[in-house]
């Protein structure tokens, strides 16, 4: 009971009883909702803590028919683009547009600086950016590679002659896809987003950022690449597969990019691929036995094949002669206005006299001694011999010890001279071989004509020089010196072996040819560096054997995640 006019005690407890009632149903719901949202499983996985950027991109939804919410996040698929865009790929090329649109910082960081985290523009695809977040630590690694590419891609740009695709043989370029998962996908051992990425572009990307590959068995689980401050491993998880850690762990130099063409990338898994407007083909010459299967392509009696076995008898993995294919069967890799020379070794032995001083010297010998007793040299002849005399001013072209200490910084007037040199003999070989008179000389044919006497130089070198009937070699090396002199005398020889192939015209004009073609060989050697050659035992930077894969894993598709 109350006295007066006041609430009374009932009133009182009634307001208490509602409150507390209030309080424990906010708790309930509180609980409740604490509850739903822990069925969001991996939702804490997917924040900016660990995806920096990419975190704006997951989201919750809510699945009735389970009564639970199921985590949704987005994460990007690296692979390389031929550049064409479908609206879902982004092309990764260093610019601020680029980096915006790949979910990286504006401007380039270095770890551990701090990272920018991006949240969404209203109504559009752009992100704007906020509050900050360590590159290092938790975040995702390949956070990190996709910055690194971003620098790479900028980096080469500067190179000059890298503004856009490369003519002629389009240059794939790094690219993302955005993909969106599901959480309730991932595996159980799973503690980050992955990355998706392909085992053939990663070998691709790997090598193009300066790594050199340690071990390669995928099919063991085992991938380890390091070099030019980068390093990359991997993992096996049973219910993955592979996944890669990137970490960067030093300072990167432009000396050591590689030129970013599909037909460079392909040296690296023992692919040549052949000059197709001279009608060459692609060859494999990776591995000793692709070496002697591409050998009886060129020359089907097999007497190729069997002399670079007899040589291997007694200098294991070397193929004297052979290796002119190189120079000989490729094309210019190298891209007008760009310093980049870098290649991979695609074989055991690359080098051969088209690559050292002496072939050079000794070839510009016997050209000026031929010409000088020819009563009427014909015009080609003295091109060919003008063109090697307007290069003697640059010290790096006969001298390949010079050669190879320029890595990507050579002089561009000389490699742009080189390059109009090599375009020219290039129009000299298409005219050579579709003019109907005088008959034509078929390059492929002159190629593998040459091939198959340049086999014997090495042997033949050394049994002129035990009988005292090698000639002069200026000072230079003997064996090498004598290989070159040789070379010009198998020249009866490869016209010999071209009428067998159905050419009908004078021993002149194939010396003419041959001529041309040794100079396009001289002028590619001087316009690319390969990784490997010069060094001791044909080893790389770090000491072992330079990172060549098996060309079955060109183009291979197997899925590889990065962590």
Not at 194 to 199: E, G, I, P, R
Not at 256 to 273: E, H
Not at 523 to 528: A, V
Request: net charge neutral.
């Amino acid at each position: 009971m109350s006295s007066g006019c006041g609430p009374s005690i009932d009133t009182y407890l009634a307001i208490a009883a509602c409150a507390v009632s209030l309080t424990a149903l906010v708790c309930s719901t509180a609980q409740l909702l604490c509850q739903y949202l822990a069925t969001a499983d991996g939702y804490r996985r997917c924040q900016a803590s660990v995806m920096g950027p990419w975190a704006r991109q997951t989201r919750l939804r809510w699945k009735w028919s389970q009564f639970r919410f199921e985590t949704l996040f987005t994460v990007p698929e690296i692979f390389l683009s031929e550049g064409g865009d479908d609206g879902y790929v982004e092309l990764i090329t260093g610019s601020s547009d680029s980096r915006i649109r790949t979910y990286v910082s504006p401007t380039p960081v270095d770890p551990p600086h701090m990272y920018q985290v991006a949240t969404k523009s209203p109504g559009g695809r752009k992100p704007t950016y906020g509050h900050t977040a360590s590159l290092s630590g938790e975040l995702v690694c390949w956070l990190g590679l996709l910055e690194t590419l971003h620098e790479h891609e900028s980096e080469i740009r500067s190179l000059k002659g890298c503004h856009g695709l490369m003519k002629g043989d389009e240059r794939k370029v790094p690219a993302i896809r955005l993909r969106q998962r599901s959480w309730d996908f991932m595996s159980p051992d799973t503690i980050r987003p992955h990355a998706v990425s392909n085992l053939g572009d990663i070998a691709i990307l790997t090598r193009r950022l300066g790594m050199t590959w340690l071990d390669f068995r995928p099919q063991d689980g085992l991938l380890r690449a390091e070099g030019n401050g980068h390093l990359l491993v991997s993992t096996w998880t049973r219910s993955i597969g592979i996944i890669l850690q990137y970490m960067r762990v030093g300072p990167s130099s432009r000396d050591n990019i590689y030129i970013p063409s599909p037909s460079a990338d392909k040296l690296g898994f023992g692919i040549l691929t052949g000059f197709k407007p001279l009608g060459i083909p692609d060859f494999k010459i990776g591995e000793i036995g692709e070496v002697y299967a591409t050998a009886d392509v060129l020359d089907p009696t097999r007497l190729t094949s069997r002399k670079i076995r007899d040589v291997s008898a007694y200098e294991p993995k070397c193929t004297f002669g052979f290796s002119d294919i190189i120079p000989l069967a490729t094309g210019m890799l190298r891209e007008r206005g760009s310093t980049i020379v870098r290649i991979p070794c695609p074989t055991e032995y690359a080098v051969g006299l088209l690559c050292y001083k002496e072939g050079f010297v000794i070839f510009h010998a016997r050209l000026h001694s031929h010409i000088s007793t020819l009563p009427a040299p014909s015009g080609r002849l003295n091109w060919v011999l003008a063109q090697y005399t307007s290069l003697l001013t640059y010290p790096e072209w006969e001298d390949d010890s010079v050669a190879l200490s320029q890595l990507n910084d050579r002089n561009l007037t000389f490699l742009e001279s080189l390059h109009d040199i090599w375009d020219a003999t290039t129009s000299y070989f298409l005219t050579l071989q579709t003019r109907a008179q005088p008959p034509p000389i078929n390059y492929l044919d002159l190629l593998a004509a040459h091939i198959k006497q340049a086999v014997h130089f090495w042997g033949d070198a050394w049994d002129n020089m035990r009988a005292g009937r090698a000639r002069e070699n200026y000072g230079m090396r003997d064996w090498t010196s004598e290989g070159m002199h040789l070379y010009w005398d198998y020249l009866p020889g490869i016209c010999a072996e071209l009428r067998q192939r159905g050419y009908e015209g004078g021993e002149e004009e194939v010396l003419e040819a041959w001529c041309v073609m040794m100079l396009r060989g001289f002028c590619w050697w001087r316009c690319h560096w390969m990784v490997g050659v010069g060094e001791e035992g044909g080893r790389g930077e770090m000491g072992v054997e330079v990172g060549r894969l098996p060309g079955r894993f060109w183009e291979s598709r197997v899925p590889v995640y990065i962590g």
